[in-house]
């Protein structure tokens, strides 16, 4: 039941009614100081951490930790004593255990703020949709890579006034970047910046098809391998109408930056 919690000595689980608490410690291990990297089992004293864990039968569980706080062995150090963490586990800061947080990362990764908040209730790890975005913003993007075929396509944040543009690789489907606006500038700068790029795909009413005359010599072997290469546009808007279903579930609620960071990791 509690096998996520092996790194831990438990010492006792209680029933509490609506909830289970686990009371645990910390192995008497030696652990590596966070500033010198030196091993040291010296205790300078005990501190309680109350950090939450994945439910058990619909209730939500809470870990009541002791760990301990160490003396660095290295005199030279401004920082005599540290606290230790379980990595993996338990990390700096945080109420959560890792696959706890894990789980919850992967709900608002799919419903963002107000439904992941809902859907977590029923779930016994109620977080509020301020925590739910907090979440969200939290996970790592996805390295950007360059395309050997770029599609381009837009969507309006606020009809007739607002617009952003996604990237895609046509070949794969996989989303490449979001930008704000759909001035034929804002696809030079990205094109200027990151190099490599050897086909484009777009519709021919975008404003972007305008940066074609302004002297890029990318542009120019765009033009060609369009009228001779077999790619088209077709990929990029599939994947341009799975965009505005997410602009729509936030629609009024999220900032560019938060819509962005949710589209990309999709």
């Known amino acids: 039941m ?27 291990e030696p652990v590596p100081c ?6 040291t089992g010296r205790v300078h004293g005990y501190a309680g951490r109350m950090v939450r864990d994945v439910p058990v039968d619909g209730r939500p569980v809470v870990v009541s ?6 003396v660095c062995p290295a005199w030279e150090y401004p920082r005599r004593t540290f606290r ?22 992967a709900v608002v990764k799919k419903l963002a703020g107000r439904a992941g908040a809902r859907l977590s209730a029923p779930l ?14 939290r996970l790592p993007l996805p390295p950007l890579r360059i395309p050997r075929v770029l599609g381009v396509d837009d969507f309006a944040l606020k009809r007739r006034h607002r617009y952003a ?11 490449i970047d ?4 759909r001035g034929a500038e804002v696809l030079e700068t990205w094109l200027r910046s990151h190099p490599g790029v050897e086909i484009v795909c777009r ?4 404003p972007h098809l305008h940066s074609f005359a302004n002297g890029l010599e990318l542009d120019r072997d765009a033009v060609n391998a369009a009228l001779t290469l077999p790619h088209h546009n077709g990929r990029t808007e599939g994947v341009n109408t799975r965009t505005k279903r997410i602009m729509r579930q936030m629609h009024g609620r999220a900032g560019f930056d938060l819509l962005r960071h949710r589209i990309l990791l999709q």
Do not use: H, K, N, W
């Open 124 to 137: 016994a790890i109620g977080i509020s949709r301020s925590t739910a975005l907090r979440l969200l913003m």
């Open 65 to 70: 930790l002791q760990v301990r706080r160490l």
């Open 165 to 175: 543009t996604i990237l895609i690789d046509a070949e794969t489907g996989e989303r």
């Open 178 to 181: 979001v930008l704000p606006g």
């Open 2 to 28: 509690f096998a996520g919690l092996s790194a831990l000595v438990i010492e006792g689980v209680e029933d509490e009614g609506d909830r289970i608490r686990v009371r645990a410690r910390t192995r008497d």
């Open 34 to 39: 966070p500033a010198c990297g030196a091993l």
């Open 84 to 105: 230790e963490q379980v990595p993996g586990l338990i990390e700096r800061y945080q109420r959560r255990t890792g696959r706890l947080a894990g789980q919850l990362s």
């Open 203 to 206: 519709d021919a009413d975008l």
